[in-house]
């Protein structure tokens, strides 16, 4: 039996697809590059496919749900000593995406604070501040003074209740 079509037959019933073609198609689509092995390979390609078949499904799921429920992390701004500018980002461990930066530039960066928030509230921010930017999310030195003064707000009606009840 041609190696091809065994393999391409097994993917079609593993992927209840009509033919090879669509289980190629489907693979492709699923970022699976489908290549081609001897018969007793076939089921050791079966489990790859299906990994990474449920990898990506849950990778979506995931993606869907934070979006549903407003995944919370935390609103960040760090300061570029080299030219002034502030990034305001969202992370969910500021301080390793503060390290990440930090990596990836020849500059120092200086951590001006963060505050709870969700990628919603960084798209507001970059809203609020489009005037100021200077290139995706650096903006002016301007912009400094009012970001680190909504971060101690947030903190402020984040800690409030919590104050209040004991």
Do not use: N
């Not at 018969?39 to 995931?62: H, N, P």
């Not at 969700?118 to 921010?125: H, M």
């Amino acid at each position: 039996m041609d190696d091809r079509m065994l393999t391409s037959k097994a993917a079609a019933a593993m992927l209840d697809v009509e033919t090879p073609r669509d289980a190629h198609m489907r693979l492709r689509r699923a970022g699976v590059e489908p290549y081609y092995l001897s018969e007793r390979r076939v089921r050791w390609w079966e489990s790859d496919v299906q990994r990474v078949l449920d990898d990506r499904a849950d990778a979506e799921r995931r993606i869907r749900i934070r979006e549903e429920h407003g995944e919370r992390g935390f609103i960040y701004a760090i300061r570029c000593s080299a030219t002034g500018c502030v990034k305001i980002g969202w992370a969910m461990r500021p301080e390793r995406r503060y390290i990440e930066l930090q990596v990836g530039s020849p500059a120092e960066h200086v951590r001006l604070g963060d505050a709870p928030g969700t990628r919603g509230d960084e798209v507001s921010l970059h809203s609020q501040f489009a005037a100021l930017r200077v290139r995706g999310e650096w903006f002016s030195p301007e912009a400094e003074a009012e970001i680190t003064g909504w971060m101690d707000d947030r903190w402020a009606a984040t800690l409030a209740p919590e104050s209040m009840s004991a």
